[in-house]
Structures are given as C-alpha cells and as structure tokens.
C-alpha cells in the first residue's frame, strides 16, 4: 500500500511539474507574440497619428481620411490579436464556461458579416445556406469567434477583389459543417495538423503579416470543446477549405421565406 501510494504521489507531482512547464512556455510564447507581432499594428497607428498631428491642415483632405482610417483598422487588427491572446489564455486554464444554445444560423451570419465588412474591404463574400433555415446548437460568441479568425485568415491569403466562399451544410442530417475557402496559394499538406498549434506559421512570409497565430488553435479547442471538429483540405481548383462541425442542428421555429437574398458590400447569400 505504502508502494502503490508513493508511486501515486510521484505520478502527481510529475503531473504538476508538466503543467507548470506548460504555462511557463505558454507565458514565453505569449511574450513573444506581444512584443514581435502586436508592434507592427502600434507602430501603423502612431505613424500615422504623428502624421496627422504634425502636418495637420497641410494634409490634403484625402490623405486626413485615409491616415484615420488605416489608423481605425490597424486598432481593429490590434483589439482583434489581444482578444486571440486573452481568449487562449483563457481555454488554457479553463476560465471559458461555454454556453451553448439554439440560434437562428441566417441571423448568425448576417451579424457576423457586418462586423466583418471593415476586414473584407472589396472581398465579395459568397454564402451559401441550407435551403431550409435552420437553427444551430452552439456558443455564439465563440462560435462567432471562430468563423471570424477563418475569415481574418481567408483574408492574410485572398488577392483583393477575388471572392471568399462559405458554405453552410446539413445534408447528411448528422450535424451540420461550415467551409470556408480562400483563392490563395493552398496549404502543403505536410501542414494539414500542424496549422492548428499555437503559434504555428504557414510560411515564411508569415512572420511578417501581422498576427499572433492563435487564430486557428482557438479555432480547434472551441469545435472540439463543443463536440466537433475542425480540419483543412485544399481545393483542387486552388485555395484552401476550412471546415469545421457542428453536432446538433434542427429546423428553425421560425420558418423564413424559402429565397432571401442580401446586398452586402457585393456579397451574395444563397440557399441550396
């Protein structure tokens, strides 16, 4: 007995020692992330502020708006790493209580496009939807947060004017999938499980596009904290697919018009 419960002791006492060596490479890499990449957005805005406040009524009144506006994304950008950082640290230790519950999937998506029209900028955005509405059974927030990070990413990798396609799909009637693809180079797929680990960097040119590489493990730990799942493919005709699952969905309660179309900054919505 005394055997079996040193043995039991020193299991935890490893236990504990792995966990402390975690959070302090966790700690590590935050640090990192905070003093390498969230520079470049601070940088972005006090350039240009000192722009504005030194030249001042000099500035013709085009170059006023673009320095504030470039100034208003670069603070988006910024507001959007610390929310990856603060939310992972957050997975991490266990503070993130989900609370799942049915939601409308057409109001869902409405709301997060319009959040995201400032990212987007002359990207169409195609969305496809289940021909029936349907209501999901999920974390809105941290759903939402999801879709946003593969959409932030959609957008490192897409050429301005060319479309990013989501595609909401029930079909098989086990749960319910969301694809979202990008028209940019693909990812080796070498890369296909490492692209989920924090910090992790597609490419070289990576490190200097603005971003903490969190998105995507976020990404990974809310589906799989939900009961899904979230993988990537590339599509044969160029880019790469995002998908993640859902387990519960039902017909929405309130029943829509079977065609609904919007007109949102040149995108389309689609039901099929």
Known sequence: TAAILSHIELERS??????SEEREKLRVMLLSSVSHDLKTPLASIIG???AHQTLGNKLKPEKHIELIEGSLEEA?????????ILDMTRLET?????????CGLSQFMEDLHKRM?????????????P??????????????QVVQNLLDNACKYTPHGSPIDISWNNENGNGITCSIRDHGEGVPEAQFTHIFDKFARLHKKDSQTAGTGLGLAIAKTVMESQGGWIKVNNHPEGGAIFTFYLPRWRMAERIEPEEKSYAINESTYRRH
């Open 76 to 84: 988006r950008r910024l507001d959007s790493f610390i929310t990856n």
């Open 117 to 129: 029209l400032h990212r987007l900028k002359n990207r169409p955005l195609n969305i496809e939807m």
């Open 14 to 19: 490893m236990e504990e020692t792995r966990i």
């Open 131 to 144: 021909m029936t509405p349907v209501d999901v059974y999920m974390d809105v927030i941290m759903t939402g």
């Open 94 to 102: 266990g503070n993130i209580k989900f609370k799942q519950e049915w």
């Open 48 to 50: 240009a502020l000192s």
